[in-house]
C-alpha cells in the first residue's frame, strides 16, 4: 500500500475502464491475461452498501490475485461511509480507490450521486478528504468534462488534487453529451498542464495505437467499450483469428460459471458472447445461437462450429475471382 503507487507505475498506464456489468472479476481476470501490465477497475460499488454491510454489494468486490494492481471503484455521496469502504478496501488488499464523480444514470444522479458531484465541489472535495484519512492506499477520481461543458474542470481538477487525491481519469465528454458524441481530450490536455499528480484520459479509444496518439502530456489511457468483445485490444500484436480467440473466449466463460454458478454465469456469458462474434461474417446468425447457451460444453461446442463456419467463408472468399471476366 504506498500512497506513490500512480507515481512509480511505469508510464503510459494503460487501464481498463470500470463497467458496471461488465467488467468484473471473469472479464477483469481475461484482460490481465492478455496484458499483465495493465490496470483494472472494479465496477462501480455503493459506498452506502459496503458501510450498511450489504453482502450483495460487497460480493461486487471479489477478485483474484491475478487482477492485481487492482482499483476498487465507490460511489455515493455520505463521508462517513466513504471513510468506511476506504478501510474495507485497504482490509480486501486493493491497490488503491477510485472515487465515481462521473456515472451520469438517472438513479444515481438522482440521489446526487456519480456526475451529480460535480455541481457540488465542496462536497467532492470532501469526500475525498474523508477517503485520504481514512486508508493508506492511493486515492483518485474518476470524472468527466463538466456538467454541460469544461469551464470549471482545472479548478475542480486542482480542487481534488488539494483535497489529497493521488491521480484523476477524465473522462472527455460533459453529462450532457451522448456517447455518440465524439469524446474531447483537449481540455484534459490543458487540465494536465494545471495539475502536479497523474492524469488518466478516457473516451471513445478504438485500439492501443489510437490510445498512444491520443495520450499527448498525460500518463495514461483508459479503455472501456473496445474491450468488450476484444480484450485483445490490450495486446500490441495484431488481433487473431477467430479460431485463435476460443481457447480465451472458453477460459472466460469458464471464470464466470465458476463465479456465478451455472444459470447465473450462463446469463452473463452471453452479452459477452455476442459481442466476441460481433463483425464476423453471419454474425446475426450465430448471435441467435449464443443468445441460448445453457452450459460450457454448449459455449465450447458453439465456438468450434462458429470457427468452421468463419474458416469456410474466408476459403470462399479467397476462391472468389477477383475480376470475372
Ligand atoms: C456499460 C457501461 C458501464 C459503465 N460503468 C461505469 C462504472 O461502473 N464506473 C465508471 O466510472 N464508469 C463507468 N462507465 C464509463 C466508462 O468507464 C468510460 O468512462 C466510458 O465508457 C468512456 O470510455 P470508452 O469510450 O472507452 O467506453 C460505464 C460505461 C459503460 C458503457
Known sequence: MDKNFWNKISKPI??????????????????KIVNPDIIVFTEFTSADGIHHDAKKVKERFRYNQQEQPIIAQIFGKDPESFATSAK???????????INMGCPSKKVVKSEHGVALRKHHDLAFQLVEAVVKSTSLPVSVKTRLG???????????????NAGANLITIHGRTYSEPYSCPADFDPIYRLKEALNIPVIGNGGITSL????????????????????????????????????KIPLINKHAELLFSSKGTKGGSMEIRKHLL????????????RS??????????ISVALSEIALEVERANIDIKLEPTYAI
Open 88 to 98: 474495507y478496501c485497504e482490509e480486501q488488499r486493493f491497490a488503491g480507490v477510485d
Open 14 to 31: 494503460i487501464a481498463l475502464s470500470p463497467m458496471d456489468g461488465y467488467t468484473d472479476s471473469s472479464f477483469r481476470h481475461i484482460c
Open 289 to 298: 445461437r449464443l443468445v441460448r447457451v445453457t452450459s460450457l460444453d454448449e
Open 275 to 286: 459481442a466476441y462474434v460481433k463483425g464476423l461474417p453471419n454474425a446475426k446468425e450465430y
Open 209 to 244: 495505437d489510437d490510445g498512444y496518439h491520443k495520450l499527448n502530456n498525460l500518463d495514461g489511457i483508459m479503455i472501456g467499450q473496445a474491450a468488450i468483445g476484444n480484450p485483445w485490444i490490450f495486446s500490441d500484436q495484431p488481433a487473431p483469428e477467430f479460431t485463435d
Open 147 to 161: 456538467w454541460d461543458n469544461a469551464d470549471d474542470l482545472i479548478d475542480f481538477g486542482k480542487g481534488i488534487e
